[in-house]
């Protein structure tokens, strides 16, 4: 299925910001639209750090906003791939958030994303078959395998 590449773990990607005001709706907290758009970059970082191949984002899938994030805050990203299929990852991502004076930190924000691989000329490159190192990474695929079946539903 994957062309016989070795597999490999899928590290955790981190990336972080602090909100700024133009960042922020009128509850002076983070609009949406710019987490997404955190996540959605973070999720590209840790398909390319694990496929090492140019990777398009295919679909948003399940992103639930628990609580608010507000300005000021520091705010992390934290993502890994937790499925792989032939050409296409499911990646995890879950953004922190975190007071700067008190340290104080909570999840805010979980999301899946499904990041697939592309070429200048359009054909599809296989990625390497996710290695399951722990108990961990196995739930996780098994999370990553709900959400593709429900990609391919949508897809028939
Ligand atoms: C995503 C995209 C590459 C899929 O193209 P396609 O020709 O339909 O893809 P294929 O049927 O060959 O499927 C390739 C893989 O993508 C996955 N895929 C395709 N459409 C998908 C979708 N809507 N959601 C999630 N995964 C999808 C397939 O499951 C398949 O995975 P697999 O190889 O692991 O089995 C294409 O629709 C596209 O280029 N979309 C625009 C991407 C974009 O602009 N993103 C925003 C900026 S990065």
Known sequence: ????????????VLATDIVLPNQTNNYNTMFGGEVMAMMDKTAAIAALQFCRQPVVTASSERIDFRTPIHAGEIIEAVARVIYTGRTSMIVRVRIFAEHPLT???????TGYFSMV????TGER???????????????EWIVGEEIR??????RR
């Open 1 to 12: 299925m994957n062309d016989q590449q070795p597999a490999r773990t899928a590290p955790e």
């Open 103 to 109: 340290g104080e930190r909570r999840m805010c924000t």
């Open 117 to 120: 691989t592309t070429s200048k």
């Open 125 to 139: 490159v296989p990625v390497p078959p996710l290695l399951l190192e722990d108990e961990h990474a196995r739930e």
């Open 149 to 154: 079946r429900a990609i391919d539903g949508r």
